[in-house]
């Protein structure tokens, strides 16, 4: 008798064993995988030229017409505050937008339009713009960066920045936006 009690206990103390083993797999597999937050990606979808006029002097304005993405990678939601998007041509900021605070969902894209408004006065500072205007593209590049934090099952909140850095080629005869290309 005093066998299988011992026995039953063994019994009982390796289940309990292979049940605490079971949850920690769990729970490290939960942490290694739902529980680490990345940055959202920021970038442009698309891009198109719209109320186009040359100017004097070779000097165009126009308004460029592109869709954001905010591509959220994360099991919570990622919380963005007011932030701004420029345009730069040289270096030299030739337009800004801002991005109005909101929210990407968890594992999901969301996307924006926004209307850059390039006008040909910020153009013409650039003392090389005739010569990258002559074979008729004009090579823009764009930075922003979108701050806020992401939130996990609405206890666990951190900081993150979603970064963006792109280039394109405004073709200007057709005027057409041209190799779009970001980071």
Same mark, same amino acid.
């Given at each position: 008798?005093? !066998? !299988? ?5 063994? @019994? ?5 064993a $292979? ?23 920021? +970038? ?11 100017? $004097?002097?070779n ?21 963005? !505050?007011?932030?701004?998007?420029s345009?730069?041509?040289g ?5 800004? =937008? ?9 594992r @999901? ?34 930075q922003?960066?979108?701050?806020g934090?992401? !939130?996990?099952?609405k206890?666990i909140?951190? @900081? @993150?920045?979603?970064e963006?850095?792109?280039?394109? =080629?405004?073709?200007?005869?057709? +005027? =057409? ?7």
């Amino acid at each position: 008798m005093k !066998e !299988e009690g011992k026995r039953s206990r063994k @019994k009982c103390l390796l289940y309990v064993a $292979a049940f605490v083993v079971f949850q920690t797999a769990i729970i490290l597999v939960f942490a290694l995988t739902v529980m680490r937050v990345k940055s959202p990606k920021l +970038r442009f979808g698309s891009a198109a030229v719209a109320n186009f006029s040359p100017g $004097a002097n070779n000097l165009p304005s126009f308004d460029l017409v592109t869709q954001v993405t905010v591509k959220n990678t994360n099991f919570g939601h990622f919380k963005y !505050e007011n932030n701004s998007l420029s345009i730069l041509y040289g270096g030299v900021p030739v337009g800004e =937008a801002a991005i109005m605070k909101g929210r990407a969902r968890a594992r @999901k894209t969301k996307k924006f339009d926004i209307v850059f408004s390039v006008s040909s006065s910020r153009l013409s500072t650039n003392p090389n713009f005739g010569n990258d205007v002559n074979p008729g593209v004009l090579i823009l590049s764009s930075q922003g960066k979108l701050s806020g934090k992401v !939130e996990l099952m609405k206890v666990i909140k951190k @900081k @993150k920045s979603a970064e963006m850095s792109c280039t394109m =080629a405004i073709n200007l005869t057709t +005027r =057409a936006v041209q190799d779009l290309k970001c980071k």
